[in-house]
């Protein structure tokens, strides 16, 4: 009976002595590596080219959120831009737009009647979460993706000054997107 009653006192001590090291356990969640936290940002990024026809008879402006939460326009300054932002993700904005139109230039370059001219143009736009130490991965969400799109059309010389003049004030290249910061 002495021996039964110090095993079990044996037992309960061992079952004591897990339960109070267990309870003094930290909360913290073991899966970030090290033990050190992961600091998330946000980049945002597009870049757009424009064919020749486009750029020289169309001046063309893209509209975004800048890393200020603001909504901007620029013109391209050429047939080629871009723009690409990190930002921590506590100062990223909520919201991110992105849309591109373009106007018919006040002086426009001679026409040859027999050429056709490209109005072509390509885009990518991202707004993705990432880490701090890999901000061009993508490791919690893509709020806006649109990878290598285009749109445009050829138009024969001819036809340049009608294209341009149905479209005056200014034309749509690319519709408003929207997209919003994941939580």
């Known amino acids: 009976m002495k021996k039964f009653i110090l095993t ?27 033990g050190s936290d992961t600091k998330y940002v946000v980049n945002m990024y597009f870049d757009v080219a424009l064919e020749q026809g486009l750029y020289d008879f169309c001046d063309v402006y893209c509209t ?7 909504v901007q326009t620029i013109q391209m300054p050429g047939p080629k831009g871009k ?11 909520e919201d991110y737009e992105f849309s591109m139109y373009a106007v018919p230039k006040e002086k426009l370059p001679e026409i040859d009647t027999t050429a056709a ?4 143009f390509t885009y990518n736009v991202l707004y993705r979460v990432s880490t701090a130490d890999n901000p061009k991965g993508m490791v919690r969400g893509i709020m806006v993706e ?35 910061k994941s939580k």
Do not use: I, W
């Open 8 to 34: 079990l006192a044996a037992a309960l001590c061992c079952a004591l002595t897990t339960t109070v090291f267990t309870a003094c356990g930290s909360d913290d969640d073991d899966t970030k590596p090290n």
């Open 64 to 70: 975004f959120t800048n890393k200020d939460g603001e």
């Open 146 to 180: 649109y990878p290598d799109k285009s749109g445009g059309l050829n138009v024969p010389g001819r036809n340049v000054m009608k294209h341009l003049d149905r479209h005056r004030e200014s034309y749509v290249l690319v519709k408003k997107m929207t997209g919003k």
């Open 117 to 120: 001219y490209d109005f072509h």
């Open 83 to 93: 723009y690409d932002q990190t930002v921590d993700y506590d100062k990223a904005p």
